[in-house]
Every structure is written in structure tokens, then in C-alpha cells.
Nanobody, 117 residues
């Protein structure tokens, strides 16, 4: 059974930091590209950051320089370090895994991030 379990969300003040983690099980993690998406109320889900199986990263423009995605293949985890958070970063953040051959893909259940004073 494949599971992607996110953790680390919460309430933070503007300018603060949070670190999201996603623990994967049931997949050969090193053969998956990993991504973080987010969905704010009334908006479409959008890609925030991605990291390939070969550690190549990409970021949505609004988070460049503030967010950092990383992965630990030994622990089957992917993390998203979020700094200088803004109210517009408020959303449910989802972990997503896609096989390098696009044969399978999986979503986590999401974790809420709220940036507010």
C-alpha cells in the first residue's frame, strides 16, 4: 500500500518559517520525482516546487529564494523549507510522487499552512 504522509503544517506569522515533510512508503522512492503542490481556497492547485530523482530542483516564481525542496532517499522523505512566509502562501500543501517513467503517481492527504498575524 502506497502512502505519502505530510507533516509540519501549522499557523505562522508573516515572515516566519515552516518545514514540511513528506514520508513515503510502499514505493521505490529513489525512482520517483517528488513535488509539492498547494491549493488555496477558491483557487486551482498549483505546483510549488519539484525535485527529480537526480536532485534537479525547480520552483514556482513566487517562492524562488524563499522555499527550498530537498530529498533524503535513505529515509524516503522529501522536505520543503519555507522561509519569509507571506499571507498569500496560505494553502493546503500536498506531496506528490511520480515515477520516472510516469507509470504511477500518488498524492498525499495534504497539510494546512496558514500565514497570518
Amino acid at each position: 500500500q502506497v502512502q505519502l504522509v505530510e507533516s509540519g503544517g501549522g499557523l505562522v506569522q508573516p515572515g516566519g518559517s515552516l518545514r514540511l515533510s513528506c514520508a513515503a512508503s510502499g514505493i521505490m522512492f529513489r525512482f520517483y520525482h517528488m513535488r509539492w503542490y498547494r491549493q488555496a481556497p477558491g483557487k486551482q492547485r498549483e505546483l510549488v516546487a519539484g525535485i527529480t530523482s537526480g536532485d534537479i530542483t525547480n520552483y514556482e516564481n513566487s517562492v524562488k529564494g524563499r522555499f527550498t525542496i530537498s530529498r533524503d532517499n535513505a529515509k524516503n522523505t522529501v522536505s520543503l523549507q519555507m522561509n519569509s512566509l507571506k499571507p498569500e502562501d496560505t494553502a493546503v500543501y500536498y506531496c506528490y510522487a511520480i515515477h520516472i517513467l510516469a507509470a504511477n503517481n500518488y498524492w498525499g492527504q495534504g497539510t494546512q499552512v496558514t500565514v497570518s498575524s
